[in-house]
């Protein structure tokens, strides 16, 4: 009598992101048409994330300071002086000095960050899979019902992004140390942890809502432009069967779309975090002040920068 047939191990990739992972299959099997049946293992999937969470820190915090020093700059950078001014605001006190004092102030707040970047891509890039199976196997009738079959599996993927883009505020404390160390260093000068949490309490949470309503479009974007990238340019049915190529791509599509969308609730987000405790004004005068003073343009301050470091 033959023995029977050991199933064959196949890899399968993440959707942003996700690491990959080892799942048994049997050959010749067919992928599931609709909906992610295999679930990917959730160790790959926070491993995978934490990873990015490392990598994006190690590349991007440079850049990531430059975007949050512009967007809470409220000085003009245009004329003569312009050069002289952005310096400045990029480099602050290391304006003047040579190239590696400059480099190196662009990385306040490291460990902070670290925390953060860490955590949140642990979260929010092995938690969305986590929602999307569970929109996949509970409401995929309303989803097919409301967009129709076709554009069902993409707009699931966002929707997941953007639910839990709004629980990320949960970390808001990590995020709003390290704009504060990026922006405004002066208001926890000479302070060890305790005291800085001792000091600024619940305030750091300030934000919050502004917060949420910037990482609901924007994780709706994020996900939402990859999985459409994957659907419709690359014409996938099962997005784990993504090459690399095909996963740098949609992932890369995705984040513009996040940025550009999220830029302007960003740029009020950082303002009012960048604060200190004495000096708290709302999101509303911001915006009212913004507009008055250095128009509509100021509200995509800093994406530049944010769009260019994605090459890292």
Not at 2 to 23: D, F, H, N, W, Y
Not at 161 to 168: Q, T
């Amino acid at each position: 009598m033959r023995a029977p047939m050991e199933p064959e191990m196949s890899q399968k990739k993440g959707v942003i992101g996700g690491g990959l992972c080892v799942t048994p299959g049997k050959k010749g099997s067919m992928a599931p048409s609709f909906g992610d049946s295999k679930k990917d293992s959730a160790q790959a999937r926070i491993l995978g994330s934490a990873s990015a969470g490392i990598l994006e820190l190690l590349g991007f915090h440079p850049v990531d300071t430059i975007a949050k020093r512009l967007m809470n700059n409220q000085k003009k950078t245009t004329g003569p002086e312009a050069t002289t001014t952005l310096s400045k605001v990029i480099f602050k006190d290391a304006a003047d000095k040579g190239f590696l004092a400059k480099y190196k102030a662009l990385f306040p707040g490291l460990g902070f960050a670290a925390g953060y970047k860490i955590m949140q891509r642990v979260y929010k890039f092995g938690g969305q899979p986590f929602v999307n199976d569970y929109l996949n196997k509970n409401h995929i009738t309303t989803f097919k019902s409301t967009f129709g079959d076709r554009h069902a599996k993409p707009m699931m993927q966002a929707f997941a992004g953007s639910i839990i883009g709004i629980g990320e505020i949960v970390l808001l404390p990590l995020d709003v140390l390290k704009i504060k160390m990026q922006t405004n260093p002066q208001s926890l000068a000479g302070k060890n942890i305790f005291q800085i949490f001792n000091q600024e309490g619940w305030g750091l949470y300030r934000g919050a809502g502004w917060t949420a309503a910037r990482n609901a479009p924007g994780s709706f974007a994020l996900f939402g432009g990859s999985a459409i990238t994957k659907e419709y340019f690359f014409g996938l049915e099962d997005y784990r069967k993504a090459t690399f190529f095909q996963n740098f791509i949609a992932s890369i599509a995705g984040a513009v779309a996040s940025i550009s969308v999220s830029a302007p609730l960003d740029v009020v987000k950082t303002r009012i975090q960048a604060r200190s405790k004495d000096n708290v004004e709302s999101g509303m005068k911001i915006i009212s002040n913004m507009i008055r003073n250095e128009g509509i343009l100021s509200f995509f301050k800093g994406l530049t920068p944010k769009i260019l470091g994605l090459q890292l």
